[in-house]
């Protein structure tokens, strides 16, 4: 039912920024958490952050406090992470998704999240 559309991946040099997108359709999604994962080549899929569904709690990865910021917005069925200080190892294909409970308690585990989006490439030179 739900489709979830990630944009605004790119290419960008060490140090700079990137703010990712992540719009639903379908269904809304304000009941509940929503979350970034993101995935290297041959690497397994890593927790990013996660929002609550009103926003009132955020969790993030240790590799993303103080450089990364999600957000969302509910009227717009969209959720958002600002992506600061990039590294090359911030490299990867970035995924959202959504929480497949409204119970949601900071989970980094991407089986408690579904309704995935296709993903948008993060690409960071050195």
């Known amino acids: 039912q739900v489709q979830l559309v990630e944009s605004g991946g790119g290419l960008v040099q060490a140090g700079g920024s990137l703010k990712l997108s992540c719009a639903a359709s379908?269904?809304?999604?304000?009941?509940?958490?929503r979350g970034w994962f993101r995935q290297a080549p041959g690497k397994e899929r890593d927790f990013v952050a996660a929002i609550t569904a009103s926003g009132e709690r955020i969790y993030y990865a240790d590799s993303a406090k103080g450089r990364f910021t999600i957000s969302r917005d509910n009227a717009k069925n969209t959720v958002y992470l600002q992506l600061n200080s990039l590294k090359p190892g911030d490299t990867a294909v970035y995924y959202c998704?959504?929480?497949?409970?409204?119970?949601?308690?900071?989970?980094?585990?991407?089986?408690?999240?579904?309704?995935w989006g296709q993903g948008t490439q993060v690409t960071v030179s050195s």
């Open positions: 998704a959504a929480a497949r409970s409204t119970w949601y308690s900071g989970s980094s585990s991407w089986t408690d999240f579904g309704s």
């Open positions: 379908g269904r809304t999604l304000s009941s509940y958490a």
